[in-house]
């Protein structure tokens, strides 16, 4: 059939002529058979006799005539190829539905008086016409590859650039001779679910970007088996731990960010929690598929995942699978929205020892803003030597492009769904590639505009490039030094506590003043404001005991500190600026990963704001008071007025706002470092890292100029 199909589209100019079609008889001995087949067109239905046997099949015959039967032998029903092409077209930028596509065009059919069994329809045929057509251009395009190939096959033997895959996945990524450090990232999505309630259909004889599911279990069997390996030490080093009274902070093996650095983020994310179902494999079989995307955007492999969490073991899979395509010397870069954990548990576990120093790990943008600040200063991909402009957010664009597969992949076959995923990810690189240059344009001009402001803002503030890399790599090794014992601080935080609780019971008592005078006026419906009044009672009285218990609970001396923080208004107000940031930041961080989720619609999420605007101008209010008792010599020696927030950009949460700081919430140590307290260095600072970043994202986009060029010129020489 596929010497029919390359006839047809020579002949045929590529299906935009109809060619003189030339009957063909068979001269031997074969039993032959008549048969009537159905045609499908755009002008409607026809009928077709055949005389067809074993050398001169109808399907043969049928594609010959620009047809595509529904079935290889003895078909009934035959589709014109333009109607399959267009189908195919519009299935990979819209939901694919052809059921839909078949009611409407039989409803078309039948108001042009064509009569269609009623009973068997055309929707069953036209289905397998159109998955069996879809197979022949893959294998189509196959066949060409393999002829035209051979040249590249022939190159990649020398050994000095990937394999042929990759180079054929992303020749921006994978060709040329320039190398330095390939950028990839790697998401999760648990929206692509597949239900248990229908059976499997047949295997489909093409290639697939879903790696198998016997390596992925072999991954995970081998995950298990690490860390059931290093569980004994694991528990024997955490009872001794726990037999002190004082649990120190401290680095773990392979580490550069402290162990209570690490606890924040992993209480941050779901995605951690490998136990955290995420998606019920009581109703689902499959629960979702993770995917490992180069810097172009463009997906290297798929994993499908049957677990109700996201297991590390789908990760490594993809992490090995790629560096088995890598040459030994090629360091990559890796973007992951838990970074710190997977690195963690390689380090801890063992996994990827063989791999791991030659990967850069980073956090991607998105994510960024649910990890501790120390996190962010080392792994942030604007923080971290390599990666350029590089936001590692091509998962998400992937996400959304086949966002509309979702309806009808959940009532599919297994088959079926890799097979319509695979057709969508070979759409998406047809367009990706045929813009591989506007892509190039893009980058560079952002590029040139993000280096143009910071080398403007570096001549503004007048510091040597030398002094200001210094002052960051001081600050960051301020940072990132482990915390204090904890027993050091279970006063201050006790003490913060009471004070954030007596604030709440203070709103409590005033929404009970205000309930008790709308009861007096009886202005409002009686009983609604009973209730209210009744409930903020007893929250009041919940908040009061537990604010008692708290101060019972307090040494003699922190009983002293609480005191003398009530007599001295300036450390007051300074406690309840710190209890309001942190609430400020805990309630951002819980928006921007509403909007993540999706669990919410936007209206939800909207309500939410004016609340959050409220704790900005609380925290504002409190700074300024900060300010003035500071100017009236109120406040302790060396004292630094906090930074109030603006309210422009305040939810974005970007790694350079003033909400991660918290100048002057702390008590002042010596003398203030000059990243601190210097305004001029700050800036400077945040210039230098944006530079040095343009500088890398110019490098990366020439070298895929050129690598672009040379592909091009093999391709066509």
């Keep these: 059939m596929?010497?029919?199909?390359?006839?047809?589209?020579?002949?045929?100019?590529?299906?935009?002529?109809?060619?003189?079609?030339?009957?063909?008889?068979?001269?031997?001995?074969?039993?032959?058979?008549?048969?009537?087949?159905?045609?499908?067109?755009?002008?409607?239905?026809t009928h077709?006799?055949?005389?067809?046997?074993?050398?001169?099949?109808?399907?043969?015959q049928l594609v010959s005539r620009r047809f595509f039967p529904c079935a290889p032998i003895a078909p009934t029903l035959a589709v014109d190829i333009r109607v399959l092409q267009l189908v195919k077209e519009l299935f990979v930028r819209l939901a694919p539905?052809?059921?839909?596509?078949?009611?409407?065009?039989?409803?078309?059919?039948?108001?042009?008086?064509?009569?269609?069994?009623?009973?068997?329809?055309?929707?069953?045929?036209?289905?397998?016409?159109?998955?069996?057509?879809?197979?022949?251009?893959?294998?189509?395009?196959?066949?060409?590859?393999e002829g035209l190939g051979r040249k590249d096959a022939k190159n990649n033997e020398v050994g000095w650039r990937p394999s042929e895959y990759l180079c054929r996945r992303c020749p921006l990524c994978s060709r040329g001779q320039d190398w330095r450090l390939a950028c990839s990232c790697i998401?999760?999505?648990?929206?692509?679910?597949?239900?248990?309630?229908?059976?499997?259909?047949?295997?489909?004889?093409?290639?697939?970007?879903?790696?198998?599911?016997?390596?992925?279990?072999?991954?995970?069997?081998?995950?298990?088996?690490?860390?059931?390996?290093?569980?004994?030490?694991?528990?024997?080093?955490?009872?001794?731990?726990?037999?002190?009274?004082?649990?120190?902070?401290?680095?773990?093996?392979?580490?550069?960010?402290?162990?209570?650095?690490?606890?924040?983020?992993?209480?941050?994310?779901?995605?951690?929690?490998?136990?955290?179902?995420?998606?019920?494999?009581q109703f689902f079989s499959d629960t979702g598929v993770m995917a490992l995307l180069c810097r172009h955007d463009r997906v290297l492999w798929l994993v499908n995942m049957?677990?109700?969490?996201?297991?590390?073991?789908?990760?490594?899979?993809?992490?090995?699978?790629?560096?088995?395509?890598?040459?030994?010397?090629?360091?990559?870069?890796?973007?992951?929205?838990?970074?710190?954990?997977?690195?963690?548990?390689?380090?801890?576990?063992?996994?990827?020892?063989?791999?791991?120093?030659?990967?850069?790990?980073?956090?991607?943008?998105?994510?960024?803003?649910?990890?501790?600040?120390?996190?962010?200063?080392?792994?942030?991909?604007?923080?971290?030597?390599?990666?350029?402009?590089?936001?590692?957010?091509?998962?998400?664009?992937?996400?959304?492009?086949?966002?509309?597969?979702?309806?009808?992949?959940?009532?599919?076959?297994?088959?079926?769904?890799?097979?319509?995923?695979?057709?969508?990810?070979?759409?998406?690189?047809?367009?990706?590639?045929?813009?591989?240059?506007?892509?190039?344009?893009?980058?560079?001009?952002?590029?040139?505009?993000?280096?143009?402001?910071?080398?403007?803002?570096?001549?503004?503030?007048?510091?040597?490039v030398e002094e200001l890399r210094e002052v960051w790599r001081v600050q960051v090794a301020m940072q990132t030094k482990p915390a204090p014992k904890q027993?050091?601080?279970?006063?201050?935080?006790?003490?913060?506590?009471?004070?954030?609780?007596?604030?709440?019971?203070?709103?409590?008592?005033?929404m009970v003043h205000e309930l008790e005078n709308a009861i007096l006026s009886g202005s409002a419906n009686i009983v609604n404001i009973d209730l209210q009044l009744s409930e903020y009672r007893g929250k009041s009285k919940n908040v009061a005991d537990n604010i008692w218990k708290r101060k019972w609970n307090l040494s003699v001396s922190d009983q002293a500190d609480l005191k003398s923080?009530?007599?001295?208004?300036?450390?007051?107000?300074r406690m309840n600026a710190r209890a309001v940031k942190t609430h400020l930041c805990d309630r951002l961080q819980s928006r921007k990963f509403e909007m993540k989720l999706q669990n919410h619609t936007e209206a939800s999420v909207k309500r939410r704001e004016p609340g959050i605007i409220k704790l900005l101008k609380t925290y504002n209010n409190l700074c300024t008071q900060l300010q003035a008792l500071i100017r009236q010599g109120k406040a302790p020696p060396k004292a630094l007025?906090?930074?109030?927030?603006?309210?422009?950009?305040?939810?974005?949460?970007?790694?350079?706002?003033?909400?991660?700081?918290?100048?002057?919430?702390?008590?002042?140590d010596g003398h203030l470092p000059r990243w601190l307290a210097d305004e001029g260095i700050r800036q400077g600072i945040k210039c230098m890292l944006e530079l040095d970043h343009c500088e890398e994202e110019a490098v990366h986009v020439m070298r895929e100029r050129c690598v672009l060029q040379e592909w091009m010129q093999e391709e066509w020489m």
């Design 487 to 510: 027993s050091k601080n279970k006063g201050a935080e006790a003490i913060a506590t009471i004070l954030a609780l007596e604030n709440i019971l203070e709103q409590h008592n005033s």
């Design 306 to 464: 049957t677990s109700a969490g996201e297991k590390q073991h789908y990760t490594l899979t993809l992490i090995r699978r790629w560096f088995k395509h890598l040459l030994s010397n090629f360091k990559v870069g890796l973007l992951y929205d838990i970074r710190c954990q997977l690195k963690r548990s390689c380090c801890k576990w063992g996994f990827l020892t063989n791999v791991l120093p030659r990967i850069v790990f980073g956090i991607s943008i998105f994510h960024a803003f649910g990890h501790q600040w120390a996190c962010q200063i080392v792994y942030h991909p604007r923080k971290c030597v390599g990666f350029g402009l590089s936001d590692g957010e091509g998962c998400e664009c992937f996400w959304s492009a086949i966002k509309p597969l979702i309806p009808s992949l959940q009532v599919s076959g297994y088959n079926q769904r890799i097979f319509v995923i695979d057709e969508q990810v070979r759409h998406l690189d047809h367009k990706s590639m045929v813009a591989f240059g506007q892509w190039l344009w893009r980058r560079w001009r952002h590029c040139q505009e993000k280096k143009a402001v910071a080398k403007k803002g570096l001549e503004v503030c007048d510091i040597p």
């Design 2 to 45: 596929l010497n029919s199909y390359f006839c047809y589209l020579q002949l045929s100019q590529s299906l935009k002529t109809w060619p003189e079609i030339v009957e063909t008889f068979c001269d031997s001995s074969c039993n032959s058979h008549h048969l009537t087949v159905m045609l499908v067109t755009f002008e409607g239905l």
């Design 187 to 281: 998401n999760a999505c648990f929206n692509q679910k597949r239900t248990h309630a229908h059976n499997d259909n047949p295997k489909n004889p093409t290639e697939s970007f879903f790696i198998s599911e016997c390596e992925v279990q072999e991954m995970e069997a081998e995950v298990k088996a690490l860390r059931k390996e290093c569980s004994k030490s694991s528990t024997l080093s955490k009872r001794k731990q726990s037999s002190t009274v004082e649990t120190e902070d401290g680095y773990e093996d392979g580490m550069c960010i402290p162990t209570s650095v690490l606890e924040g983020c992993n209480d941050s994310f779901i995605t951690a929690d490998e136990k955290r179902e995420k998606a019920s494999t």
């Design 97 to 145: 539905n052809v059921t839909g596509w078949c009611d409407a065009f039989e409803a078309l059919l039948d108001g042009m008086h064509y009569r269609v069994c009623a009973k068997e329809g055309i929707h069953r045929r036209f289905n397998n016409a159109y998955h069996w057509y879809c197979i022949l251009l893959l294998f189509s395009r196959r066949q060409i590859e």
């Design 48 to 60: 077709l006799e055949l005389l067809t046997c074993s050398c001169n099949t109808a399907a043969c």
């Design 641 to 668: 007025p906090p930074l109030p927030i603006a309210r422009e950009g305040l939810f974005q949460l970007d790694i350079d706002d003033e909400v991660w700081q918290d100048i002057g919430l702390d008590d002042p």
């Design 565 to 573: 923080l009530w007599n001295n208004a300036y450390l007051c107000i």
